[in-house]
């Protein structure tokens, strides 16, 4: 049986728990993290079955009631190799991790599936969440399928495109004036008061980082269970980063690798705490402005745990900047056909970076994890492109816009 474990103290507890902080030393209840004894799980069964979701996993995961799974096909996403891109760029063995495929079109779709199956079996419900679009519109379609109402507050920032799908299936969904840090807050305090589940500060937050993590294993099979050298990884609240560590870290524990790849973590240029903080600078940004708009957190609850986990593998962080992610969301589309969101698109700005700063090896196996995909925000992507003319209907006004 999978418990937890306080990534403080290492005290550890059964499942379900209760309180909303640990009771040893008091850190918040979202710093207790799934594990699983390793020895109990038989190495070689990766994956438990042929499910083309992340639940061909489910021995490694939660939930142990498998009537509670909520569902949409999420999961088992396309590992791409990149060859126009990799040219480009002088790298012999480059990968796109393409998250954009899943059901809203998002890697959140992970961890909100694992989330709320797991709500509906604790009956942590109903359930709210502070998003800037990508989580909240994952929680709204997840809800629908599993029955499980919904609250989710949104910053007045966030794209029409993505405000536009949380509401379609039916959660409610409002607007804040102010950021995703006013929102958090105003979640947690409306717990006590509107009875729901804080999902961004409760235990359904280590419940995220299980669904995420499975990222890590699909890697590992579509490698055919080789470990890249790197990965590189589009960073906010840091949660994405530290899942994705956490499944290879697994997968070392269970002996089915020697080694955890060495994470970079990406972000923008105009607010980035973690990149702050990995590389020992204290308060270098303070705005909040950027087309990265999943990627504005200034204060991230699992900071240290990011921290960490990236340091752990001898990785590092960097940021980029608007006209960057730009400039690879374009590179990205036209080189290999992948449409990205611009906070997708920094990892491939990172990458660009990274190449040109002499900080990767030519012969380097290298992922790119590309978190959702580029119809989230279609007024961005206006910025890098040319309207297409509108003309009359014959060749000769055509035949200007026809390379020969």
Known sequence: MPFLKCNNCQAEFSIPYTSDSCSKCGKPVYWLHVRYEAGK??????????????????????????????????????????????????????????????????????????????????????????????????????????????????????????????????????????????CRRLVGEGSRRFHWTPFNTSILRSFAIEGTKTIAFEIFEQLDQIVPDTIVVPTGSGRGCMSIWKGFAELQAFGLISRVPKFVSVQPSSLHPIADAINGKVGAATGARSIATALLVQNPPDLDLVVNAVKSTGGHALTVSDNEILGAEMLLAQEEGIFAEPSAASSIAALVKLKESGELRQDERIVCVVTGCGLKDTASARKATKQAPVLEPNLDSIAPYIGH
């Open 41 to 182: 799980i038989e190495a070689s069964r990766l994956p438990d079955s042929n499910a083309r979701s992340l639940w061909r996993y489910a021995s490694r995961l939660p939930l142990s009631k498998e009537e509670n799974v909520v569902s949409l096909g999420e999961g088992w996403t396309p590992l791409i190799k990149c060859r126009g891109l990799a040219s480009t760029l002088g790298l012999n063995d480059l990968y796109v991790k393409n998250e954009g495929v899943n059901p809203t079109f998002s890697f959140k779709d992970r961890e909100v599936s694992v989330s709320i199956s797991m709500a509906k079996e604790l009956g942590l419900v109903p359930v709210a969440m502070a998003s800037s679009g990508n989580a909240g519109s994952a929680l709204s379609a997840y809800s629908a399928r599993g029955g499980v109402k919904s609250v989710i507050l949104t910053p007045e920032y966030t794209p029409d495109e993505k405000t536009v799908q949380m509401t379609i299936y039916g959660s409610t969904v409002l607007k804040i004036k102010g950021t995703i840090e006013h």
